[in-house]
């Protein structure tokens, strides 16, 4: 079996073949933190963490970059309007966007290189592009790199060179470019924003030097995928390949990746937009992290996602099922000889998981193949025809699956002590036949966020997850 990935360049899904066998060197663009970061941004950064997920799971080593932009337009004239340095207020937005990260249990990107910790890589990479005849000076102190010197250029976006219009943050008029296609490798000092005194001149990076500067420095000159939304493809992403293979003569990047935008729609979520797109405000509403992260996960990351109240209820209701499941099966005593025939439905359906993730990651022929098994295993309890061990191998093969999926419990997730108290009043009651008791335990335990379900193996209880309230 071989990873097959769909190249944003080339149009072409072709097998993964890593430039150092068996070590994947992954960068994505990670936040600009200047304030809380849209579900949309997660939507970008969670298909990486599936992507870096799946090729662990298959074996394979990973290194994965994500930068921090804590310089650029936005921060300054945030951190100024908050009337604080910019370090400050990137510090602050860092440690939210780490915070909502873990909540939806994105995995820790190996190295977070911050873009102010890398000018000195920057200022390197500008002078080998303007002694090379890529990049030119202007009288302000600016530094642009010269698109007519780069004839590959709109390769990535498929556009042509001759036809693009402007497409850079920076207006047109503001700095004396020579040609309006050019874009700022290094903005010269103004009066109330951070400069640096360098080699180069007095200045501050423009955005896109620095993934190329990070990147490179972080997993060489040429690596294998680089992730990113749509929305990147033009200008960043073209603009990192100009200038980073202007620099280095080599191929910058094998493999891209971009996912499409979130489409955000439902009466319900439009009646508070403005709030509703942060994670932390989804969690607040009462929406189970875990389900926020589901529904964010489960459509191909090319494919439209509709984020709806109804999407998340679907999601939170998969998941559910799932932990339902899994409940299930550690709950579930059998003195019975082994099923036989319970090897090939594993065996057939981690295939079938496999083949769809191998698949240019598609997640939801994947978790077709996975809700498929939760249905034969649901009809093999419910016909008790497992034994305990079958049992426990059952969900041996649940966890394997969620180091790539990263939704079920955590396994060592203890319950409280007062709401274990709860669940074993709520057996004495059942044991003395006071049924009204053991009714009000059941309320009081949905009350506090537990499901409770008495079974041929006893009272077992879940976690609800939840799709928010109201
Ligand atoms: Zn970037």
Known sequence: MTIRLQDTMSGETRPLEPLEAGHVRIYSCGPTVYGPVHIGNFRSFLYADVLVRYLRYRGLRVTWVMNITDVDDKIIRGAAAAGVGIGELADRWRERFLADAAALRMTRPDILPRATEHIDDMVRLIETLL???????????????????????????????????????????EYAKDDVRDFALWKGPKNGE?????????????????????????????????????DLIFPHHEDEIAQSEAATGKPFVRTWLHCAHL????????????????????????????????ALIAVHYRGQLNYTSDSLAAAAAAVDRLDALVAALAAYREDRPDDPTLPEALAAARTAFDAAMDDDLNVSAALAAVFDLVRELNRRIDGRALSTADASTAIAWFRTTDTVLGVLPDEDDDLEPELRALLDDR????????????????????????????????????????????
């Not at 007095?202 to 749509?230: N, Q, Y």
């Not at 044991?431 to 009272?459: C, H, K, N, P, Y």
Request: proline share 3%; with cysteine.
């Open 263 to 294: 489409q955000m729609s439902g009466a319900k979520m439009a009646k508070s937009t403005g709030n509703i797109a942060r994670v932390g405000e989804v969690l607040e509403m009462g929406v189970d992290a875990r389900a926020l992260r589901y």
């Open 131 to 173: 002694a090379n005849g890529h990049a030119y000076r202007t009288d302000d102190g600016s530094i642009f790199f010269r698109i007519a010197s780069w004839p590959a250029y709109g390769r990535l976006a498929h556009l042509d060179p001759e036809q693009m219009r402007v497409g850079e943050r920076v207006e047109a008029d």
């Open 427 to 470: 057996i004495a009651a059942r044991a003395a036949r006071d049924f009204a008791a053991s009714d009000r335990l059941r309320d009081e335990l949905a009350a506090r966020g537990i499901a409770v379900e008495d079974t041929r193996d006893g009272q077992r209880w879940r976690r609800l997850v939840e799709a928010g309230r109201g």
């Open 194 to 230: 951070p400069s640096w005194d360098t080699a180069i001149g007095t200045g501050r990076p423009g955005w896109h030097i620095e993934c190329s500067a990070m990147s490179m420095k972080h997993l060489g000159e040429s690596f294998d995928i680089h992730t990113g939304g749509v």
